[in-house]
């Protein structure tokens, strides 16, 4: 399966926030649509990437975390999937080297977001399909 | 107004397509306790089941008995079967929003993806789809023709589809005998001149997307060798270290037949389906008369991206292959409904979740839903969309509960009956679908087949009795 039939049920919805925001509104954003991560897009291109984990982290050790910009927590080397990449293969990839949020480009251009719980479902409503497919065959068969 | 989906209100649903997605959705809905639903499926042609009749080949019969879990819904009460009867040709969505509270769109992928090279359209190269329909009995391709005198074919593609096409084009008369393919197709096929068949991969073994099953079955063909060129079955470091860590026996598997294959030398029979690897076709050829006549090829290399998916990248060493068919099978992609908002892009019904979104809003379109194919691209098994069109109800049945539905103003199961009956009066109803059924079945029997199927709508209305 590729990344494209996740990004297709998924509305269009990549919920963005730019560098110089506050982590206050970056909070905010995670907060309102529940999620946990937000693509940091500058230009409309992905400039980082900040997830829940980033601000809890910074939260441990730091009273004032309200006041930093989105800048200073997110991550700078953010992966970054295709639509065409293999369900299986970026699953591996994002368990092997631990992070959530796969930022999708298409051409340049930001088109979605795959989180690691969405590659889950994916993944076990493929084998649930097989399995339903095999269980058919083999009682009415 | 009584509740929406009690006996005296009962949730109305009109479901577009008659393939496994749509049945599947239909089964979720039917089996919720305590919901009053009523459902009607509409197909563009004739007969139900999309896919299962259409698209599953001809001798996987096994794979079809799915349909009888679909049958046993569509002999329900409340549910009924209106084929031939075309969304946006006989009822627009208007007319829909007038006798139902929601709308699915269950579609599927009907056309194929184009290979975006020089040549693709000379005389001789064609979409897969088309061949399988054509050899399946769909009304609409039975008037196709293929020049099966020639010696060579190219497939394009590595999925069970071109696998299928590359088998049907590899059995022996005696073996097409035995399926339920059009009978126009057996005959064609039964007196075809190919000789070789070239299935053709862009990434390696270790890539191919056709399933175990499907490749050990081509090398148990009657008169046909499946072969693989040793140099293409081995695999590159990349997929090797790939393929040790994956922990995955199935693709083990699946490397292991492949490197048998690459084993085997021609046994004598008298055709050979070559499996090819790392090859991308750049460009076909044609003859004067705008026939194709050669493929040019060129190898390609394997790397990895960043997020671990192995790619092709293509090299500067080519190669030209004689074919004077080419079957292209990398992709499908659905086809637009009049009204709906469609991502051309990806080819699908723009939705999350299922829920039909208006693009410029990003907001759900109240009342309309998309499962199977048309939801997420052509993807998995038939089983696999059974999680997907749950996923979709799941959404109607939350919706319906907060009265977010169309408000239908004739939601009566008498209205929409006459209204079909008024715009499209050769409607094939399911108890029409059983009788023509029967008579398949039937005429199948005395040949030792499934079925022999009916192709064109005259041929079902005369079989019915209906001029």
Redesign the interface.
């Known amino acids: 399966?590729?990344i494209?039939?996740?990004?297709?049920?998924?509305?269009?919805?990549v919920v963005t926030v730019r560098p110089e925001q506050s982590l206050r509104e970056a909070i905010a954003l995670l907060s309102m649509h529940n999620i946990g991560a937000l693509v940091v897009v500058e230009s409309g291109k992905p400039v980082g990437i900040i997830s829940e984990r980033d601000i809890v982290r910074r939260a441990a050790n730091s009273e004032d975390i309200f006041s930093a910009s989105v800048e200073d927590l997110m991550t700078k080397e953010v992966?970054?999937?295709?639509?065409?990449?293999?369900l299986?293969?970026?699953l591996?990839?994002m368990t092997d080297r631990r992070f959530r949020h796969?930022p999708i480009v298409d051409e340049g251009r930001l088109v979605g977001i795959v989180s690691i719980g969405d590659l889950v479902k994916a993944q076990?409503?493929?084998y649930?399909?097989?399995?339903?497919?095999?269980q058919?065959?083999i009682s009415?068969? | 107004m009584p509740t929406l989906g009690t006996t005296s209100n009962p949730l109305r649903v009109a479901i577009i397509g008659s393939g496994p997605a749509a049945f599947y959705a239909a089964e979720h809905l039917m089996k919720q306790a305590g919901l009053v639903v009523q459902i009607d499926m509409f197909d563009r042609l004739p007969t139900p089941y999309g896919l299962v009749r259409f698209g599953v080949a001809p001798d996987h019969q096994?794979?079809k008995?799915?349909v009888?879990?679909f049958e046993k819904l569509a002999r329900q009460p409340n549910f009924r079967f209106y084929g031939n009867v075309e969304f946006g040709k006989h009822l627009t969505l208007a007319d829909f929003k007038e006798h139902y509270h929601q709308i699915l769109y269950a579609t599927g992928a009907q056309t194929d993806r184009r290979m975006e090279i020089p040549g693709e359209d000379f005389a001789g190269s064609f979409p897969a789809t088309e061949f399988v329909a054509w050899y399946n009995g769909h009304p609409d391709y039975r008037h196709l023709q293929f020049d099966l005198s020639t010696e060579s074919v190219a497939v394009v593609g590595v999925g069970n589809v071109a696998i299928d096409v590359a088998r049907i084009l590899s059995l022996t008369p005696k073996e097409l005998a035995v399926t339920d393919m059009a009978d126009y197709a057996i005959e064609a096929l039964s007196q075809s001149q190919v000789r070789q068949v070239y299935l053709l991969g862009r990434r390696g073994p270790a890539?191919a997307a056709f399933t175990n099953p499907e490749i050990k079955e081509v090398g148990e063909l009657e008169d046909a060798d499946a072969l693989v060129l040793p140099e293409e079955a081995q695999l590159d470091p990349v997929s090797q270290a790939?393929l040790a860590?994956?922990n995955d026996p199935t693709l083990q598997k699946k490397v292991e037949i492949l490197q048998e294959y690459a084993q085997r030398q021609p046994t004598g029979k008298s055709r050979k389906l070559y499996i090819r690897f790392l090859v991308s076709p750049v460009e076909l050829f044609g003859d004067a008369n705008g026939r194709v006549t050669k493929m040019r090829l060129v190898r390609n290399t394997l790397y990895k991206?960043?997020?671990?998916?192995?790619?092709p990248k293509p090299t500067d060493q080519f190669e030209e292959l004689e074919v004077g068919l080419v079957f292209r099978s990398v992709g499908y992609r659905g086809v637009p409904l009049p009204e709906v908002p469609f991502?051309d892009k990806?080819g699908?019904i723009?939705?999350?979740?299922?829920r039909v979104?208006d693009?410029a809003t990003?907001q759900p379109l109240t009342g309309q839903y998309t499962s199977g194919w048309i939801?997420?691209?052509p993807?998995?098994?038939?089983?696999?969309?059974?999680?997907?069109s749950v996923?979709t109800v799941m959404c109607m049945l939350e919706d319906a509960q907060k009265g977010a539905t169309f408000q239908p103003a004739q939601p009566d199961l008498g209205s929409i009956d006459q209204l079909v009956r008024e715009r499209q009066p050769q409607f094939f109803s399911f108890a029409d679908w059983l009788a023509l059924d029967k008579l398949e079945v039937a005429k199948g029997a005395a040949q030792g087949r499934p079925r022999v199927k009916f192709t064109s709508v005259e041929d079902m209305l005369a079989a019915l009795g209906r001029k």
């Open positions: 399966m590729k494209s039939a996740i990004l297709a049920t998924k509305g269009m919805n992966v970054t999937g295709s639509p065409q990449d293999d299986n293969a970026v591996q990839t796969l076990l409503n493929e649930k399909g097989e399995i339903d497919t095999l058919t065959r009415k068969g | 096994k794979i008995t799915v009888k879990v890539q790939e860590a994956s991206t960043e997020t671990g998916t192995i790619r991502n990806w699908v723009w939705n999350e979740k299922g979104i693009p990003k939801k997420r691209g993807s998995g098994v038939i089983g696999t969309n059974k999680p997907d996923e």
